[in-house]
Antibody, heavy 118, light 106 residues
Framework: QVQLQESGPGLVKPSETLSLTCTVS????????WNWIRQPAGKGLEWIGR???????NYNPSLNSRVTMSVDTSKNQVSLKVTSVTADDTAIYYC????????????WGQGTLVTVSS | DIQMTQSPSSLSASVGDTVTITCRAS??????LNWYQQKPGKAPKLLIY???TLQSGVPSRFSGSRSGTDFTLTISSLQREDFATYSC??????????FGQGTKLE
Protein backbone atom coordinates (compact mmCIF):
# COMPACT_ATOMS: atom_id res chain seq x y z
CA GLN A 1 0.00 0.00 0.00
CA VAL A 2 1.01 3.63 -0.42
CA GLN A 3 3.27 5.03 2.29
CA LEU A 4 4.39 8.61 2.80
CA GLN A 5 7.50 9.77 4.63
CA GLU A 6 8.30 13.39 5.47
CA SER A 7 11.90 14.49 5.83
CA GLY A 8 13.84 17.68 6.40
CA PRO A 9 15.59 19.77 9.02
CA GLY A 10 14.05 19.65 12.46
CA LEU A 11 15.37 23.08 13.41
CA VAL A 12 15.08 26.26 11.37
CA LYS A 13 16.17 29.75 12.38
CA PRO A 14 13.67 32.63 12.41
CA SER A 15 13.40 34.49 9.09
CA GLU A 16 14.88 31.52 7.20
CA THR A 17 13.12 29.03 4.90
CA LEU A 18 11.60 25.76 6.03
CA SER A 19 12.05 23.00 3.44
CA LEU A 20 10.46 19.57 3.67
CA THR A 21 10.14 16.61 1.32
CA CYS A 22 7.48 13.93 1.24
CA THR A 23 8.61 10.69 -0.38
CA VAL A 24 5.87 8.41 -1.66
CA SER A 25 6.43 4.66 -1.87
CA UNK A 26 4.17 1.82 -2.97
CA UNK A 27 2.47 3.84 -5.65
CA UNK A 28 2.91 6.64 -8.15
CA UNK A 29 2.33 10.29 -7.33
CA UNK A 30 0.90 10.80 -10.81
CA UNK A 31 -2.81 11.51 -11.04
CA UNK A 32 -3.34 12.60 -7.44
CA UNK A 33 -3.37 15.63 -5.19
CA TRP A 34 -0.84 15.69 -2.38
CA ASN A 35 -1.55 17.81 0.67
CA TRP A 36 0.49 19.39 3.44
CA ILE A 37 -1.04 19.87 6.89
CA ARG A 38 0.55 21.10 10.09
CA GLN A 39 -0.24 20.85 13.78
CA PRO A 40 1.30 23.01 16.51
CA ALA A 41 1.80 21.22 19.80
CA GLY A 42 -1.49 20.73 21.59
CA LYS A 43 -3.49 22.45 18.85
CA GLY A 44 -5.68 21.55 15.91
CA LEU A 45 -4.80 20.69 12.33
CA GLU A 46 -4.17 23.42 9.77
CA TRP A 47 -4.40 22.73 6.04
CA ILE A 48 -1.40 24.35 4.32
CA GLY A 49 -2.09 23.49 0.70
CA ARG A 50 -2.09 20.86 -1.99
CA UNK A 51 -0.34 20.13 -5.27
CA UNK A 52 -1.43 17.98 -8.17
CA UNK A 53 1.08 15.73 -9.87
CA UNK A 54 1.10 18.13 -12.84
CA UNK A 55 2.36 20.90 -10.56
CA UNK A 56 -0.87 22.86 -10.11
CA UNK A 57 -1.08 24.04 -6.51
CA ASN A 58 -3.53 25.67 -4.11
CA TYR A 59 -2.43 27.30 -0.90
CA ASN A 60 -4.14 28.43 2.28
CA PRO A 61 -4.51 32.23 2.03
CA SER A 62 -3.29 32.51 5.61
CA LEU A 63 0.12 31.35 4.37
CA ASN A 64 -0.21 32.02 0.64
CA SER A 65 2.61 34.44 0.09
CA ARG A 66 5.13 32.35 2.05
CA VAL A 67 4.34 28.85 0.76
CA THR A 68 5.57 27.06 -2.34
CA MET A 69 4.97 23.43 -3.22
CA SER A 70 6.60 21.42 -5.97
CA VAL A 71 6.54 17.91 -7.34
CA ASP A 72 9.27 15.64 -8.70
CA THR A 73 7.64 12.73 -10.47
CA SER A 74 10.99 11.11 -11.26
CA LYS A 75 11.71 10.79 -7.56
CA ASN A 76 8.08 10.30 -6.48
CA GLN A 77 8.41 13.25 -4.16
CA VAL A 78 6.53 16.41 -3.26
CA SER A 79 8.15 19.31 -1.49
CA LEU A 80 7.10 22.19 0.73
CA LYS A 81 8.87 25.49 1.31
CA VAL A 82 7.77 28.12 3.82
CA THR A 83 9.74 31.35 3.78
CA SER A 84 10.35 33.92 6.52
CA VAL A 85 9.46 31.53 9.31
CA THR A 86 8.67 32.61 12.86
CA ALA A 87 8.02 30.70 16.08
CA ASP A 88 4.38 30.41 14.98
CA ASP A 89 5.52 28.02 12.25
CA THR A 90 6.75 25.52 14.83
CA ALA A 91 4.63 22.43 14.33
CA ILE A 92 4.46 18.83 13.20
CA TYR A 93 4.19 18.85 9.42
CA TYR A 94 2.32 16.07 7.66
CA CYS A 95 1.89 15.15 4.03
CA UNK A 96 -1.21 13.25 2.96
CA UNK A 97 -2.73 11.85 -0.22
CA UNK A 98 -6.14 12.72 -1.65
CA UNK A 99 -7.03 9.28 -3.00
CA UNK A 100 -10.16 10.14 -4.92
CA UNK A 101 -10.08 13.80 -5.87
CA UNK A 102 -12.67 14.78 -3.28
CA UNK A 103 -10.22 16.21 -0.79
CA UNK A 104 -10.39 13.63 1.96
CA UNK A 105 -6.96 12.58 3.09
CA UNK A 106 -5.65 9.05 3.29
CA UNK A 107 -3.02 7.92 4.00
CA TRP A 108 -0.90 10.36 5.98
CA GLY A 109 2.80 10.36 6.61
CA GLN A 110 4.02 9.96 10.17
CA GLY A 111 4.82 13.66 10.36
CA THR A 112 7.98 15.56 11.12
CA LEU A 113 8.51 18.12 13.85
CA VAL A 114 9.94 21.45 12.77
CA THR A 115 11.03 23.88 15.44
CA VAL A 116 11.73 27.51 14.62
CA SER A 117 14.33 28.85 17.01
CA SER A 118 17.63 30.67 16.96
CA ASP B 1 -13.04 30.68 4.31
CA ILE B 2 -15.46 28.09 5.67
CA GLN B 3 -15.25 27.81 9.46
CA MET B 4 -15.81 24.51 11.22
CA THR B 5 -17.04 24.66 14.82
CA GLN B 6 -16.48 21.38 16.60
CA SER B 7 -17.96 20.46 19.97
CA PRO B 8 -17.29 19.51 22.61
CA SER B 9 -13.56 20.19 22.88
CA SER B 10 -13.25 17.31 25.34
CA LEU B 11 -15.48 14.47 26.37
CA SER B 12 -15.29 11.96 29.20
CA ALA B 13 -16.74 8.52 28.63
CA SER B 14 -16.36 4.89 29.63
CA VAL B 15 -15.93 1.65 27.75
CA GLY B 16 -19.31 0.58 26.41
CA ASP B 17 -20.74 4.11 26.21
CA THR B 18 -22.13 5.73 23.07
CA VAL B 19 -20.76 9.20 22.33
CA THR B 20 -21.48 11.89 19.75
CA ILE B 21 -19.23 14.65 18.44
CA THR B 22 -20.58 17.50 16.34
CA CYS B 23 -19.18 19.81 13.69
CA ARG B 24 -21.08 22.78 12.35
CA ALA B 25 -20.07 24.44 9.09
CA SER B 26 -20.33 28.20 8.64
CA UNK B 27 -22.05 27.68 5.28
CA UNK B 28 -23.49 24.91 3.18
CA UNK B 29 -20.85 22.29 2.37
CA UNK B 30 -23.16 19.58 1.13
CA UNK B 31 -21.86 16.24 2.35
CA UNK B 32 -18.20 17.22 1.98
CA LEU B 33 -17.25 16.45 5.56
CA ASN B 34 -14.63 13.99 6.76
CA TRP B 35 -13.72 12.63 10.19
CA TYR B 36 -10.27 11.66 11.45
CA GLN B 37 -9.00 9.88 14.54
CA GLN B 38 -5.64 10.80 16.03
CA LYS B 39 -3.83 9.00 18.81
CA PRO B 40 -0.97 10.61 20.75
CA GLY B 41 2.22 10.82 18.74
CA LYS B 42 0.54 9.46 15.61
CA ALA B 43 -0.76 10.89 12.37
CA PRO B 44 -4.50 11.33 11.86
CA LYS B 45 -6.35 8.38 10.38
CA LEU B 46 -9.37 8.74 8.08
CA LEU B 47 -12.50 7.25 9.62
CA ILE B 48 -15.40 8.60 7.59
CA TYR B 49 -15.60 10.54 4.34
CA UNK B 50 -18.45 12.24 2.56
CA UNK B 51 -20.24 12.67 5.88
CA UNK B 52 -21.32 9.06 6.30
CA THR B 53 -19.15 6.64 4.32
CA LEU B 54 -17.00 4.43 6.47
CA GLN B 55 -13.40 4.10 5.33
CA SER B 56 -12.34 0.54 4.61
CA GLY B 57 -11.23 -1.29 7.73
CA VAL B 58 -12.93 1.07 10.17
CA PRO B 59 -15.20 -0.73 12.67
CA SER B 60 -18.92 -0.38 12.16
CA ARG B 61 -19.38 1.14 15.64
CA PHE B 62 -18.28 4.39 14.00
CA SER B 63 -20.95 6.24 12.04
CA GLY B 64 -21.48 9.70 10.59
CA SER B 65 -24.54 11.71 9.73
CA ARG B 66 -25.56 15.10 8.39
CA SER B 67 -28.40 17.50 9.05
CA GLY B 68 -28.00 20.63 6.99
CA THR B 69 -24.72 22.19 8.06
CA ASP B 70 -24.49 20.07 11.21
CA PHE B 71 -22.49 16.84 11.14
CA THR B 72 -22.26 14.18 13.79
CA LEU B 73 -19.77 11.42 14.50
CA THR B 74 -21.21 8.69 16.68
CA ILE B 75 -19.18 5.98 18.33
CA SER B 76 -21.27 3.15 19.74
CA SER B 77 -20.11 0.73 22.40
CA LEU B 78 -16.81 2.50 23.02
CA GLN B 79 -13.74 0.32 23.07
CA ARG B 80 -10.52 1.10 24.89
CA GLU B 81 -8.72 1.80 21.60
CA ASP B 82 -11.27 4.50 20.69
CA PHE B 83 -9.96 6.95 23.28
CA ALA B 84 -8.27 9.50 21.04
CA THR B 85 -8.76 12.93 19.49
CA TYR B 86 -11.29 13.29 16.70
CA SER B 87 -11.27 16.06 14.09
CA CYS B 88 -13.60 17.00 11.29
CA UNK B 89 -12.50 18.50 7.97
CA UNK B 90 -14.61 20.18 5.31
CA UNK B 91 -13.60 19.49 1.73
CA UNK B 92 -16.16 21.52 -0.19
CA UNK B 93 -15.42 23.44 -3.35
CA UNK B 94 -12.28 25.51 -3.54
CA UNK B 95 -9.59 25.44 -0.87
CA UNK B 96 -8.76 25.97 1.95
CA UNK B 97 -10.09 22.74 3.41
CA UNK B 98 -10.45 23.67 7.05
CA PHE B 99 -10.44 21.42 10.10
CA GLY B 100 -12.39 21.63 13.31
CA GLN B 101 -10.42 22.21 16.50
CA GLY B 102 -10.68 18.62 17.63
CA THR B 103 -12.42 16.70 20.39
CA LYS B 104 -10.38 14.78 22.93
CA LEU B 105 -12.22 11.68 24.07
CA GLU B 106 -11.02 10.66 27.50
Amino acid sequence: QVQLQESGPGLVKPSETLSLTCTVSGGSISGYYWNWIRQPAGKGLEWIGRIYSSGTANYNPSLNSRVTMSVDTSKNQVSLKVTSVTADDTAIYYCAKDPAGYNWLDPWGQGTLVTVSS
Amino acid sequence: DIQMTQSPSSLSASVGDTVTITCRASQNIGAFLNWYQQKPGKAPKLLIYAASTLQSGVPSRFSGSRSGTDFTLTISSLQREDFATYSCQQSYGTPPYTFGQGTKLE
